[in-house]
């Protein structure tokens, strides 16, 4: 199951998840040629921050926002990023937040999970409610995909709808939680995770020793590190033993060559070194627990 494979690839290399929001103003001058397409632009760049890395995390996050602002030729970088990542024996996790329903939801899982656009795990929002999760049920049992569910999110904003009052004194995304939990439960690996994840912001110390206990087959992708203000020793909270999780950091690594006046002759070292100081902090922070 892919669950089981990215908690082995937690448990050999980490728990950093490079987030590729690739955008023209990250990249460095000298891969600026005016005679490349954007397509060409975009994929070379991550293509150089994949080589950079793919020996020192266990999967990579690949915004579809940030490609289809370019178009077309945005979007064939899309597909060329993803095949590299699967093509070097890597994991993709395209964030693609969908969260319709029906017929609409079931072709959205086809665009993902098959095609042009295949990858190994993507995202959803429940928010819309628990059937707009359903069509990709199928791919998950029969292909091997997985899925993270957002639950709590780190943007400020999660407060006005995730920590309403349900059922009581009961905050949403609580009820989300156990909601997702029971589906998760039909899909477990050996491990003890389920191929069904959600995405918990790792900005919200307070709450995490909570969430982590109550959804404890869940696997989780933890945004919030880094520029959003997540330290190591916070997002060690989210996980088990060190595994049961992925922390996601996209502009503190992939424009980490722009901190030094070499950065852009040492792009690749520079690149490497902010993943690794990135695991070590995470490491440091989950050994104090």
Not at 16 to 30: A, I, K, Q, W
Not at 163 to 186: S, T
Not at 254 to 280: H, Q, S
């Amino acid at each position: 199951m892919i669950i089981d494979r990215l908690y082995g690839e937690v448990k050999n290399k980490g728990n950093v998840c490079v987030g590729l929001d690739t955008c023209l103003d990250y990249v460095p001058d000298n891969m600026m040629d005016r005679n490349a397409s954007v397509e060409d632009i975009l994929f070379e760049f991550n293509k150089r921050v994949i080589d950079a890395t793919i020996d020192i995390v266990p999967c990579y996050k690949v915004q579809i926002a940030f490609y289809e602002a370019y178009g077309l030729k945005g979007m064939s970088a899309y597909k060329k990023t993803l095949e590299y990542i699967r093509n070097n024996g890597s994991i993709v996790i395209a964030d693609i937040k969908r969260g319709d329903i029906s017929s609409t939801a079931q072709m959205y899982a086809k665009a993902h999970f098959e095609g042009d656009f295949e990858s190994d795990i993507i995202t959803l929002n429940p928010y819309m409610g628990f059937d707009s999760i359903i069509p990709y049920l199928d791919y998950v049992e029969k292909k091997d995909k997985g899925l993270f569910i957002l639950l709590r999110t780190s943007n400020g904003g999660a407060k006005d709808i995730q920590y309403l009052n349900v059922n009581g004194n009961e905050k949403l995304y609580n009820h989300v939680g156990d909601k997702l939990k029971e589906i998760a439960l039909k899909y477990m690996g050996r491990c003890g995770y389920s191929s069904i994840g959600a995405v918990v912001g790792g900005t919200h110390l307070e709450e995490a020793e909570e969430i982590r206990n109550r959804l404890d087959n869940m696997f989780f992708l933890i945004p919030g590190y880094g520029a959003q203000g997540g330290k190591g020793s916070d997002v060690a909270h989210y996980l088990k033993n060190g595994n049961g999780g992925v922390v996601n950091s996209s502009r503190g690594i992939i424009t980490a060559y722009k901190k030094y006046e070499d950065g852009i002759e040492k792009f690749d070292e520079y690149i490497r070194k902010a993943a690794l100081n990135m695991k070590e902090d995470i490491s440091s922070g989950s050994k104090v627990l």
